[in-house]
T-cell receptor
Framework: GENVEQHPSTLSVQEGDSAVIKCTYSDSASNYFPWYKQELGKGPQLIIDIRSNVGEKKDQRIAVTLNKTAKHFSLHITETQPEDSAVYFC????????????FGTGTRLQVTL | DVKVTQSSRYLVKRTGEKVFLECVQDMDHENMFWYRQDPGLGLRLIYFSYDVKMKEKGDIPEGYSVSREKKERFSLILESASTNQTSMYLCAIKGQDTQYFGPGTRLTVL
């Protein structure tokens, strides 16, 4: 089955700096890679996703890159703000009705003033 | 907007009790999932269901069972709660490829 590794487990950055979280996956059949943000006391919320037919996707201050050859994908947050402080999860799966997501172990991002 | 609701935000139970966690969706999606979340372990899949009365084991089904009698409702059952089942439990539904999560139930077993 799929195995997803995520690094770092904790990340502290100053407000305005960039943050990068990296994930690797093992199953070459995976072609869908979502990222979730989980704030304290809430369920994970999808913030961005990427499919294997593209190498990069951006949404305002958030971007995700995918390297299928190396089987790794990364989340980039620019101009970080205190409200970006949360736990972030990467995940991987094949597409299709029967697909299941495999999650990384999470990164706790702390944005300090 | 996708809405996934879970019956309780916080629950405290005693060892040996039978525990029911309820999840309800309003989007008519076939696929529903139960995860548990523990520090340093991420989200681990307990059970999932593709349709009414259908269920499939996830990665950690031991000690749990599920019920899906109606499309909109997916229940997680702890037959005899144990202290190692103290955790955050998350329900999710699946759109085309994306999963949408409920707010979670923090269960403490004493």
């Amino acid at each position: 089955g799929e195995n997803v590794e995520q690094h770092p487990s904790t990340l502290s950055v100053q407000e305005g700096d960039s943050a990068v979280i990296k994930c690797t996956y093992s199953d070459s059949a995976s072609n869908y890679f979502p990222w979730y943000k989980q704030e304290l006391g809430k369920g994970p919320q999808l913030i961005i996703d990427i499919r294997s037919n593209v190498g990069e996707k951006k949404d305002q201050r958030i971007a995700v890159t995918l390297n299928k050859t190396a089987k790794h994908f990364s989340l980039h947050i620019t101009e970080t703000q205190p409200e970006d402080s949360a736990v972030y999860f990467c995940a991987a799966s094949e597409t299709g009705t029967a697909s299941k997501l495999t999650f990384g172990t999470g990164t706790r991002l702390q944005v300090t003033l | 907007d996708v809405k996934v609701t879970q019956s309780s935000r916080y629950l405290v139970k005693r060892t040996g009790e039978k525990v029911f966690l309820e999840c309800v969706q309003d989007m008519d999606h076939e696929n529903m999932f139960w995860y548990r979340q523990d520090p340093g372990l991420g989200l681990r899949l307990i059970y999932f269901s593709y349709d009414v009365k259908m269920k499939e084991k996830g990665d950690i089904p031991e000690g749990y069972s599920v019920s899906r009698e109606k499309k909109e409702r997916f229940s997680l059952i702890l037959e005899s709660a144990s202290t190692n089942q103290t955790s955050m439990y998350l329900c999710a539904i699946k759109g085309q490829d994306t999963q949408y999560f409920g707010p979670g139930t923090r269960l403490t077993v004493l």
